[in-house]
């Protein structure tokens, strides 16, 4: 047996909503996109949907329509995937590092007021593998001080918290597509927003800076998302409730049968729903096996997993000088690399493969 730690599912109506696109004549961004926006938007419960062309792109053009630029600084949380702080230095701000949550491995509010100054602009939510953030609260300490709240909900789609769906909460949310993503469009993004300025902002941006045709009047960018890709992810909108329906129902299996000691399976806050991107177990130094055995174990048996993320922001080459080496600590991020460890959840994990995945955890 082998289960692979993610893969996208796509079937025949991707295929033929792609063939629709290629019949029309039109392959770059055009009606297909305009709906996908409309349909997500929707979905979101957001004002306005904006797509575009990966996930970084939503991160940097959310970020420029917010008006962040040189002399800004950003709070991100240290444990997240690269572009959450990569996206604020491209803008010439700079990422200042939160630490997180052991409990949901998600920003720490209280992190975040301890690293607010006068330089700050804007706070980005990560809501990691799938669970949402403190996303009111952070909303309530960011307009409390005049400060924008993003989500980054690139992992998030359709998780809701206290009955809100994410991407409806902060003043912008952004979401990616990526192929392992719980939807998927191979490469994708977007960004919601319930401000129309923010969404005509946006426009202009991803445009090219175009106000209206061959009238640029701010410097953009081509974050355009095509009609290809808008076709594949309206297929993938109207089958992403189902796709969260198993990950839910194989994340729960889990949490109800693996039983190792100094294997810690994750918590979720008892106001959220979780859509389970990842399924993340801490190992712990009680564990019958070291996190680097327990990965060549599993492999062994056929089992992908994957550390997501081994390397916390603080500690990248590239922002040493802002993160440890700048006095900041983030202790748990710091805990976290050490120790987190992913294991398969995806919709093809069906009740044998769920099965046989706890099976070979527990005889150890």
Not at 95 to 112: E, G, H, K, N
Request: charged share 20%; proline share 5%; hydrophobic share 45%.
């Amino acid at each position: 047996m082998q289960i692979p730690i993610a893969r996208p599912f796509l079937g025949p109506e991707e295929a033929e909503a792609i063939t629709a696109v290629l019949s029309s004549g039109i392959i770059a961004e055009g009606p297909f996109t305009r709906s996908f926006e409309d349909e997500f938007a929707a979905y979101c419960g957001a004002g306005h949907a904006v797509a575009v062309n990966n996930g970084t792109a939503a991160l940097h053009a959310a970020l420029l329509a917010a008006g962040v630029g040189p002399g800004d600084e950003v709070i991100v949380p240290a444990f997240s995937f690269f572009a959450t702080a990569s996206s604020v230095a491209m803008t010439g701000a700079k990422p200042v590092f939160a630490d997180v949550l052991r409990d949901t491995c998600c920003i720490d509010p209280d992190s975040v007021c301890d690293r607010i100054t006068k330089k700050t602009k804007a706070v980005i939510g990560v809501h990691l593998y799938g669970q949402p953030c403190d996303a009111f609260l952070l909303r309530e300490i960011c307009s409390d001080r005049g400060l924008l709240f993003i989500e980054d909900a690139a992992q998030a789609h359709g998780a809701m918290i206290n009955g809100a769906k994410v991407g409806s909460i902060g003043d912008l949310a952004c979401f990616s597509f990526y192929a392992t993503k719980n939807m998927a469009t191979g490469e994708g993004g977007m960004v919601t927003t319930n401000s129309a300025d923010l969404n005509d902002r946006l426009r202009r941006i991803i445009n090219h800076g175009q106000s209206e045709k061959y009238i640029h009047t701010e410097i953009g960018y081509n974050y355009r998302m095509t009609d290809i890709a808008a076709a594949i992810g309206r297929v993938q909108l109207s089958k992403l409730n189902e796709f969260i329906r198993a990950r839910q129902e194989n994340a729960t299996f889990f949490n109800e049968h693996i039983r190792v000691p100094g294997i810690i399976t994750p918590v979720v806050a008892p106001d959220r729903s979780h859509v389970w991107h990842q399924y993340v177990v801490l190992v712990t130094e009680d564990a019958p096996l070291s996190r680097e055995e327990l990965i060549v174990y599993l492999k062994e048996q056929g089992i992908g997993s994957a550390i997501h993320y081994p390397v916390p922001l603080h500690r990248q080459p590239v922002f040493a000088s802002i993160g440890a080496d700048g006095g900041i600590a983030c202790p748990v991020a710091d805990e976290l690399a050490e120790t987190v460890l992913s294991f398969p959840v995806h919709p093809g994990v069906g009740a044998t493969e769920r099965q046989y995945i706890v099976y070979s955890l527990n005889r150890l």
